[in-house]
């Protein structure tokens, strides 16, 4: 770590220190605060144009007490020591007012020594500028118009981030940790007389400047909306294969399976996964994971919301459900360790969420996925509902194409696909060798059978 960046790091940390001094001289048993530096770059794309940018700093401490079991929380833009010295009043004064719960507890410092995570701070970070933000995002609009004239680019961004994150509570934990996020999107359409094709949405991130690269994203987003383009309706309605791209699994897969590992859904008694544990819930295919240690998911970090050091995590594995994932106060009240998914940032108390997310990858490559496929139709984005809770979804095929004996035919249009993503996960009979990087998801080409196709 730069001087620079020591110095930045143990001021904020003092400030930290300072906010649970007040705390306890304000009577809090226990007391946590959360510290955040942010410094982004913004670059916007719109109707076919590098059209805005943005570039700012920002800075936060949210502080969490526990007065006689009940949990206060508040947080501040104010650095001062006046802010902070009324965001711990603050929080003393909520505490008062809220429910008591024993479960209501902060971690301690852990007794093995953990290292912090390597691979997610590029020190050129500092100085990419909001220019090379409108540069790369020039690059990204150039790649996607170069493809194929008839591609229309609607939106996209790229973003330069480098967020330091600290950490502290009155039980000796003390960390820090800065780290550097790229990421961009494209979103549009493909343009052919008077027919336009669905709007696919592509997106990428990385943490080092040198892993940058939009004119891949830019490439596979201009593809699949040519490839959208010729849509013929279905000649029935058929039940069959559903190939999901990444991004399709991500918006139709990836939210009911993060529901129904959290511990406090389980404990609230809405997950359909409650008392699974040790059972199958899926096909033997499918192992999942959240593992905030891949440095390959922009979710990388060392420690959580709650200071807790994280690890990997299997929670499925194949098909068996092996754990869910906890934060300390979920942990408490079912008398097992946290996971390390607290998660959050300084605007609110900690909650239990995902990191990276990650389904594992299998040996068979797309190309052998699609010529598996008997009749299907492989689906580039979902829309429609997505119901977490029981699972159900309902909506339009987009970017969709139809699979018949192994060969892709024609891309479709007015297709509705409905079905039960817990069913469809008993289902899932092929993963691909290919993942993609989505953001905090790393996900593969998923194949189910037995999905209902409905034409218009």
């Not at 800075?59 to 010295?85: C, E, H, M, Q």
């Amino acid at each position: 770590m730069h001087s620079n960046d020591r110095r930045t790091a143990r001021v904020i940390l003092d400030l930290l220190q300072y906010a649970i001094k007040q705390a306890e001289a304000l009577g809090a048993s226990d007391a946590e605060a959360y510290g955040a530096i942010n410094n982004e770059s913004e670059v916007f794309i719109e109707n076919n144009d590098v059209k805005q940018a943005k570039s700012q700093r920002t800075s936060s401490i949210g502080v969490r007490v526990v007065l006689d079991g009940s949990i206060g929380f508040y947080s501040t833009n104010d650095l001062a020591k006046s802010g902070i010295r009324d965001a711990a009043a603050m929080a003393i004064k909520v505490a008062h007012a809220s429910p008591k719960d024993r479960h209501n507890v902060l971690p301690g410092r852990s007794k093995s020594k953990s290292k912090s995570l390597r691979g997610i701070y590029d020190r050129n970070a500092d100085s990419f500028q909001t220019l090379d933000a409108a540069r790369k995002a020039a690059e990204m609009l150039k790649s996607a118009k170069l493809y194929d004239n008839r591609v229309s680019v609607d939106s996209g961004n790229f973003s330069a981030q480098v967020a330091t994150d600290a950490l502290a509570n009155s039980n000796g934990i003390e960390l820090k940790e800065k780290a550097s996020v790229f990421s961009w999107s494209i979103m549009g359409m493909a343009i052919e007389d008077t027919e336009i094709s669905s709007f696919d949405y592509q997106v990428g991130g990385s943490h080092y400047i040198k892993d940058i690269d939009v004119c891949n994203t830019a490439t596979e987003f201009a593809q699949t909306v040519v490839k959208s383009l010729g849509t013929r309706k279905l000649e029935e309605s058929f039940k069959g294969e559903m190939l999901l791209t990444p991004m399709a699994a991500n918006e139709m897969i990836e939210e009911v399976v993060a529901y129904a590992i959290n511990s406090d859904t389980v404990q609230k008694k809405s997950s359909l996964f409650a008392g699974k544990i040790g059972r199958k819930v899926a096909s033997d295919l499918l192992t999942v994971e959240d593992d905030a240690t891949n440095v390959e998911g922009l979710n990388a970090s060392s420690f959580d919301r709650e200071g807790v050091f994280h690890r990997r995590n299997v929670v499925i594995e194949n098909g068996i459900l092996k754990k869910f994932l906890y934060n300390t106060h979920t942990a408490s009240k079912d008398g097992v360790r946290s996971t390390g998914n607290a998660g959050g940032s300084t605007s609110s108390p900690p909650t239990v969420s995902t990191t990276n997310f990650l389904v594992k990858p299998m040996r068979s490559s797309l190309d052998t996925l699609v010529s598996e496929i008997d009749k299907g139709i492989i689906i580039s984005r979902f829309s429609g509902n997505v119901n977490p809770v029981t699972g159900d979804f309902s909506g339009v095929v987009k970017g969709g194409r139809l699979v018949m004996n192994g060969t892709i035919k024609h891309a479709v249009k007015e297709v509705m696909v409905a079905g039960n993503v817990f069913e469809a996960l008993r289902r899932l009979n092929g993963i691909s060798r290919e993942r993609k990087a989505i953001y905090g998801s790393i996900l593969p080409y998923m194949r189910f059978d037995g999905i209902s196709f409905t034409t218009g």
